[in-house]
């Protein structure tokens, strides 16, 4: 505790800015939240941020929307993720460590990361590409995609980004959106041990985006550059310092999208100072990660997590880079990474802690893993099996990290504090600087209840806009429609009254019977203990008839049989360890449970499909990992209005 970040910066903060000397995490936190000023100005001193031009105020306004932070000030965020390239003992260690799925590492050190961005970046001048421009990439978790990324934010460019396991009408749903001026691509990618070729996609991708200047082709397949591409070796072999664009604090960074389950996926913006401030709060004082650290994160760069984890940089922690499947040649996959790499913070989701508790394997006996000093999950709340399973497979005084955030401030709400004990189920505390509470329909807050994720305060990296929103009402109404001027996220809670946060699903697919509103993650939990269960999807649906269903689909394990005895069981479990009110009306065996493309269950459009709604206005097919899943509900749905 002593030597962690937080507590060095709550006393250094103490002395300067007047925090709370005493009463630990919990003082700092309230006080970050009621000086909000105050704090956001401590932490751009304390991690020393280089504005080129001085900020007029912290807050110019603050309203949601429409905060506006640091006015006047000019940054670049590139310039911050390479700074430690300036300091010669760190220049030739490495910055970058990239592994496949042969579990070959390859190092890019500091010095050849910021002589690459330096490259690319004045090519990317040289293609006429200015402040304000759309930089997109097709690309997989590779050193080559952090270089595009960092040299786009060197020129003042807005990055974007899908993994190349998207079809082309999910890329094309996202790109068309910004029209982008160049495109950054790969030949093909590795997973699973198999070649997937992609320069029919590319070809798509080119002709469906007019707005394209230049193609940069990557053979990570081999492959030359199709013609009219340019060759990325070309592009990055120079020795070129790079020049850092000085722009405003709300210049944007990057665009990041929303799973689009039922419409376009929603282009979030975010900008340069908001990010670089939210990122070093959040990795350096709630990650405790600085130049000592490796930090791994199992990511795509469809996922806001790449771009969360790429942000390590920031700290000078070394960023671990894995391009392949997460259970390749086995479910070990992951764990062997963290070995290899000397990981200290290891992310992953909540969905691949319980699939290693489910195959029954023992990462902390069959992997030196001591230098994992956390492992973190999100994605979806971490089940109280999951904690217990970490700390008996992996270590018994492992710090765990269940956090909760979103894409939508592409940061975390809630989660890891290495200051504070970690209770079963429950996410730390909310984090610096988020006013978060858990409020009733009436808009009151709540403590030991289940309420409405809000946050009543604005946090640096709240998008600046939409993309294509001009008058800000879509903006608006995805999180300021319920509670005006308070960020409403879509999430239950409940705040413990020893300051945890305990996630229970999403609000919008609320399993409200009799009055007794439930997270569906609370029905996961418990079903998906059951051996025989590999995956289960929950629907309340509120019938014309002023009826209430409510069906669990189960995807059954290898050599599993949906019989009367294994109905009773998953109906017993229910109503024993969660409530006689949330027993399914039936159990429906399924081939499998639909998600999105970053890996989410997907439950407002199986909503919609069961309320008769047609798959084409249900849900965007380029939103979802296999659109054929979804028939299975569209005939379900017809079959009971028959």
């Known amino acids: 505790m002593e030597a962690a970040a937080v507590t060095r910066f709550q006393n250094w903060a103490a002395t300067r800015y007047g925090a709370p000397a005493e009463g630990g995490y919990a003082a700092l936190h309230r006080w970050s939240v009621d000086e909000l000023d105050t704090f956001w100005r401590a932490v751009a001193e304390w991690f020393d941020i280089r504005f080129s031009t001085p900020y007029e105020s912290v807050l110019g306004d603050r309203a949601m929307p429409g905060a506006t932070w640091f006015p006047g000030a000019t940054l670049n965020y590139a310039e911050h993720a390479l700074r430690t390239a300036e300091d010669p003992a760190r220049a030739d260690t490495p910055a970058l460590l990239y592994v496949d799925e042969t579990h070959t590492q390859s190092p890019v050190s500091w010095a050849d990361l910021r002589r690459q961005v330096g490259a690319l970046a004045a090519e990317l001048r040289a293609l006429g590409v200015t402040p304000g421009d759309r930089v997109s990439g097709y690309l997989p978790n590779i050193p080559q995609a952090v270089v595009a990324f960092l040299a786009t934010a060197a020129v003042g460019g807005i990055w974007t980004s899908c993994a190349p396991d998207f079809g082309a009408r999910s890329v094309l749903d996202r790109f068309q959106q910004i029209e982008p001026v160049v495109l950054f691509t790969v030949d093909g990618y590795r997973y699973g041990g198999k070649e997937h070729d992609r320069t029919e996609t590319v070809a798509e991708l080119r002709r469906e985006l007019p707005t394209l200047r230049a193609v940069v082709h990557i053979p990570l397949l081999g492959t030359d550059a199709p013609e009219g591409a340019l060759a990325w070796a070309a592009l990055t072999s120079a020795d070129t310092e790079p020049v850092f664009e000085q722009v405003p604090f709300e210049h944007p960074l990057w665009v990041l999208y929303s799973s689009g389950t039922t419409g376009l996926p929603k282009a979030i913006v975010q900008s340069q100072g908001g990010i670089l401030l939210e990122h070093f709060k959040q990795i350096g004082l709630h990650c405790d990660l600085g130049p000592e650290d490796r930090f791994f994160w199992y990511t795509s760069t469809g996922w806001m997590m790449w ?41 992953t989701s909540a969905a691949y802690v319980m699939a290693c508790r489910k195959a029954g394997i023992h990462p902390g006996r069959d992997f030196d893993l001591s230098r994992v000093q956390c492992v973190a999950t999100t994605g979806s709340p971490l089940p109280p099996d999951g904690f217990r399973w970490l700390h008996d497979e992996v270590a018994e005084n492992l710090w765990i990290a269940s956090v909760s955030g979103g894409t939508d401030v592409c940061s975390c709400f809630a989660g890891a504090v290495p200051t504070l004990p970690v209770h079963i189920g429950e996410l730390q505390a909310p984090c610096l600087g988020t006013d978060l509470q858990s409020w009733d329909p009436a808009g009151e807050p709540l403590i030991g209840e289940v309420g409405e994720l809000v946050v009543t305060n604005p946090l640096p990296s709240m998008p600046i806009r939409f993309w294509n929103d001009p008058d800000g009402s879509r903006y608006h109404d995805s999180y300021f429609d319920m509670y005006p001027g308070v960020w409403r996220h879509g999430d239950w809670i409940t705040l413990t009254d020893h300051g945890s946060v305990i996630i229970h699903g999403r609000s919008d697919s609320t399993l409200n019977r009799q009055g007794v509103r439930m997270g569906s993650a609370d029905i996961y939990e418990a079903v998906e203990r059951l051996p025989e269960i590999r995956e289960s999807l929950v629907i309340g649906l509120e019938e014309p008839d002023g009826g209430y269903w409510m069906p669990l689909f189960v995807h059954l394990a290898d050599g599993a049989t949906l019989d009367d005895d294994l109905r009773d069981a998953i109906k017993r479990t229910i109503r024993e360890n969660l409530s006689p009110r949330h027993v399914p009306d039936e159990v429906i065996e399924v081939p499998a449970i639909p998600h999105t493309l970053t890996g989410k269950r997907i439950e407002v459009p199986v909503k919609r499909l069961l309320q008769g709604t047609e798959l084409a206005k249900a849900v965007n097919p380029g939103s979802v990992d296999n659109l054929d899943l979804l028939h299975f509900y569209a005939e379900l749905a017809a079959n009971r209005r028959r």
């Open 307 to 347: 771009n969360f984890l790429v942000s390590g940089l920031l700290t000078g922690a070394t960023v671990v880079l894995y391009d392949g499947s997460p259970g390749y040649p086995d479910v070990s996959a992951q764990w062997r990474v963290a070995e290899q790499t000397g990981a200290t913070l290891y992310g």
